[in-house]
Every structure is written in structure tokens, then in C-alpha cells.
């Protein structure tokens, strides 16, 4: 992992419209997340630098969140989505669908940010994200549960 960033004073509420992208590249706990989590970061750096968001949009590296066979697993707050099976070339529609949406959490019933690499969302059980996937997504993913 990098030195990390610094972001700023802590946020106290989701009112700034800041978007945080945390990626897992702990490469210490798991090879996956280290290589390609550490691609998806540099990808997100690059695809925020050339869209000239990083006033909006903050990107940081996590270690272990879990689910290595995910990697690379991105976290995305306020939002509070996880992703799972994020190569670097699905970035830039990543970020735009991220960038698409209001800066602050979803709830139950808000649609999913990226099915296709939708790992869970804050604030629910498993019972309940399973639920959720299964009323807003019509098709099963590679494997991901």
C-alpha cells in the first residue's frame, strides 16, 4: 500500500457532497487484492484526475474488508455500497454511474449502484441484501452472494 492520502478533518455529516472510494489492496493478506486493488486504484486516481472531480470525489486505499475472491472490492460512502469483481477497465463507468447518483446513503429500497459488481450495501443484514438482489436484479452473477 501507498502512504496514505490525507483527506481532510473527519466528515461529520453527508451534506459536503463528498464522495469517498475506498479500494482493498491489502497484497499482504491476499495476492488478488493486492494486484488488482491496487490497479483499480491507480485506474480510479488516473479516471478522477482526468475528469477533474477531485474536488468531489476522494480515493483511498483499505486494507482486508473482506472477500478476497472479490477483489478488487471498492467501498463507496456515502453511499454505502461495496463492489466485488472490479477490473481497472470497468472504472470509468464506475465512477460516472457513481457520479450519476445523489451524495448520500441508499436505503432499503434504492436501486443498486452497478449490479453487475454489487457485493452489499451498509446498514442491512445478509438476509435483507439478499432480498434486495433478488427484487432488483432479474439475473444471478457469477457466483457473487
Partial sequence: MNPPE?????????????????????????????????AVFRALKHEV????????????????????????NVLVYPHGEWLGLVPPSDVPSILSAILSKPVKPHR???????????????????????ELFGKLCTAPLGGMQ
Fill in 6 to 38: 490525507p483527506f481532510g478533518p473527519p466528515r461529520t455529516s453527508v451534506q459536503d457532497d463528498i464522495i469517498d472510494i475506498y479500494v482493498c489492496t491489502h497484497g499482504a493478506r491476499d495476492c488478488r487484492c493486492g494486484k488488482t486493488g491496487g
Fill in 49 to 72: 484526475d482526468r475528469l477533474g472531480v477531485g474536488g468531489k470525489v476522494r480515493v483511498g486505499e483499505v486494507g482486508h474488508v473482506g472477500g478476497h475472491k472479490y477483489a478488487a
Fill in 108 to 130: 432499503e429500497g434504492d436501486p443498486l449502484l452497478l449490479p453487475e459488481h454489487w457485493r452489499g450495501r451498509m446498514g442491512l443484514g445478509k438476509d435483507e441484501q439478499i
